[in-house]
């Protein structure tokens, strides 16, 4: 199997308070100057069914959480916990044992309590799934995980 993550890439599911997201990773993450943050990981074993391919369970853990994520690059936001209301998934293909899977997206609009977004994910540059969610908005500070050492660790991106 090739190496773990493509280059620029870094770690993010072990920052505190992300306890379900360790279990199903490693999952990374990089800031794209264009595009703002991409996530990724690679399928291996625990994410394969039996015909070596990534559970949908997975694909959809992966989309539920960088989804939620995008906002925390954002300097100007501080929406502290994201819980899900909605999320709604189209498969559109498959990713195998061993491919790297990225997910890209972006914040919709961000009302006083509710953030939309919609996102993208490939196996190796293939769509496999899009995605369209809706988040709570927590409160500002009231996270253990912070947007700033988030921030610090992979960087900032404004939307601009």
Same mark, same amino acid.
């Given at each position: 199997?090739?190496?773990?993550?493509?280059?620029?890439?870094?770690?993010?599911?072990?920052?505190?308070?992300?306890?379900?997201?360790?279990?199903?990773?490693?999952?990374?993450?990089?800031?794209?100057?264009?595009?703002?943050?991409?996530?990724?990981?690679?399928?291996?074993?625990?994410?394969?069914?039996?015909?070596?391919?990534?559970?949908?369970?997975?694909?959809?853990?992966?989309?539920?959480?960088?989804?939620?994520?995008?906002?925390?690059?954002?300097?100007?936001?501080?929406?502290?916990?994201?819980?899900?209301?909605?999320?709604?998934?189209?498969?559109?293909?498959?990713?195998?044992?061993?491919?790297?899977?990225?997910? *890209? $997206?972006?914040?919709?609009? !961000? =009302?006083?309590?509710?953030?939309?977004?919609?996102? /993208? #994910?490939?196996?190796?540059?293939?769509?496999?799934?899009?995605?369209?969610?809706?988040?709570? *908005? $927590?409160?500002?500070?009231? !996270? =253990?995980?912070?947007?700033?050492?988030?921030?610090? /660790? #992979?960087?900032?991106?404004?939307?601009?």
């Amino acid at each position: 199997m090739s190496q773990i993550a493509p280059d620029g890439f870094i770690r993010f599911d072990h920052i505190r308070g992300s306890t379900f997201t360790s279990f199903i990773g490693p999952l990374f993450v990089r800031i794209d100057p264009e595009e703002g943050p991409v996530f990724g990981f690679r399928v291996d074993e625990r994410h394969a069914n039996t015909m070596d391919i990534c559970h949908g369970g997975m694909i959809a853990s992966f989309a539920d959480t960088y989804l939620a994520t995008l906002s925390r690059f954002n300097p100007a936001f501080d929406d502290g916990y994201t819980p899900t209301i909605s999320l709604t998934l189209d498969y559109l293909g498959q990713s195998k044992l061993g491919q790297w899977v990225e997910g *890209r $997206g972006r914040l919709l609009r !961000r =009302t006083g309590r509710i953030n939309f977004s919609e996102g /993208l #994910v490939t196996a190796d540059g293939e769509p496999v799934l899009r995605a369209s969610a809706t988040f709570r *908005r $927590g409160k500002a500070g009231e !996270r =253990t995980d912070t947007n700033e050492a988030l921030q610090e /660790l #992979v960087g900032t991106w404004t939307g601009d």
